[in-house]
């Protein structure tokens, strides 16, 4: 397994975009009192990216779409 160079992160953009996506949306936005809150928060905005978001990789569907859909054509 290789890792990220040092000093360079931009060797990896699929781990940047998460970091910046994951930065905006969460801890840019709170002001978090303890470590338990951020973990609620966090699982929070992970369910909400993966249940409700549109991904571009999906034609602008969330996975859950996505999935019935596919399912519903190959049913």
Same mark, same amino acid.
């Given at each position: 397994?290789? =890792?990220?160079? /040092?000093?360079k992160?931009?060797?990896?953009? =699929?781990?940047?975009? &998460?970091?910046?996506? &994951?930065?905006?949306?969460?801890?840019?936005? =709170?002001? &978090?009192?303890?470590? %338990?809150?951020?973990? /609620?928060?966090? *699982?929070?905005s992970?369910?909400? =990216?993966?249940?409700?978001?549109? %991904?571009?990789?999906?034609? *602008?569907?969330?996975?859950?779409? &996505?999935?019935?859909k596919?399912?519903?054509?190959?049913?």
């Amino acid at each position: 397994m290789q =890792y990220i160079q /040092l000093s360079k992160p931009v060797l990896n953009a =699929y781990i940047e975009r &998460f970091n910046r996506t &994951f930065r905006e949306d969460v801890l840019d936005t =709170y002001i &978090f009192e303890d470590l %338990h809150q951020v973990k /609620l928060i966090a *699982e929070d905005s992970r369910e909400d =990216y993966n249940q409700n978001h549109p %991904h571009r990789s999906l034609t *602008e569907m969330s996975p859950v779409q &996505f999935t019935a859909k596919f399912l519903g054509t190959r049913t």
